[in-house]
């Protein structure tokens, strides 16, 4: 546990470093900002996640770090910390993913969201919520996503919700007991897939959560069929 939380605040104090040295370098090409975000910043971030996976058992103290995440979230946006601001509202969401895996009894449970979300987001980024609030409301769509900052002080961005359900799904790979370091992977390539779809379609946003649901379920259908199925055997013996 020591060995993590040394890590996570190399890791953490890295991403700062960068964040903070990026807008002063110069810009890159678009497809340079892609491979930067995708295969750099994307899963720096995300390794903050799998780092901290293990305070998913420790509920309460789970609880009380969201809590002061979040009001140093609003107290370092506020104070003009943008840099602080933004890797203290990423912890806060993924924490706040992490404490919403106890809501799961069951790995059925979590399968269903999985089914569900993508075509939720979907509706929500091309029809609905979020495609107005992009378009229209760029102010109110920073504070509810998290930067990738990218040289000469560009970004790209992922919504808060994304950033959850990353968190829950990650931890529900390792509640059941099914392949966390391949749903890791699987669901970092499947944000870099979509930052390049977005560029390569020239569109202002595509739909995260697919990408992300797809991480969670594809490396571990087999394992989940499995244990469904168990659950459906006991249940009909019962």
Known sequence: MVGRAAAL????????????????????????????VAIVLMPGMFSLTWLAL?????????????????????????????VFANIAK??????????FLSAFDQLSWTVIVALIIPWVDAYSVWRGPTRSITENHPAVFSKLSVAFVVP??????????????????????????LRPTWTWLAMTA???????????????GLPALP???????LPNVDLIWKQLATARAARASS
């Open 54 to 82: 293990p305070v998913w058992r420790r509920p309460k103290e789970l609880a009380i770090g969201v809590g002061v995440l979040a009001v140093a979230t609003v107290v370092l946006s506020e104070a003009g910390v943008p």
């Open 90 to 99: 990423f912890a806060a969401v993924s924490g706040a993913g992490l404490l």
């Open 211 to 217: 990408a992300i649901a797809l991480g969670f379920l």
């Open 9 to 36: 605040l190399i890791v953490a104090g890295a991403l700062v470093a960068w964040f903070e040295a990026a807008p002063h370098l110069g810009g890159v090409s678009t497809w340079d900002d892609v491979a930067i």
């Open 152 to 177: 000469g002080g560009g970004s790209a961005r992922l919504g808060l919700p994304d950033i959850l359900f990353f968190s829950v799904f990650l931890g529900a790979s390792v509640r059941w007991g």
């Open 190 to 204: 499947g944000l870099g897939i979509t930052i390049a779809l977005t560029t390569v379609w020239n569109t202002s």
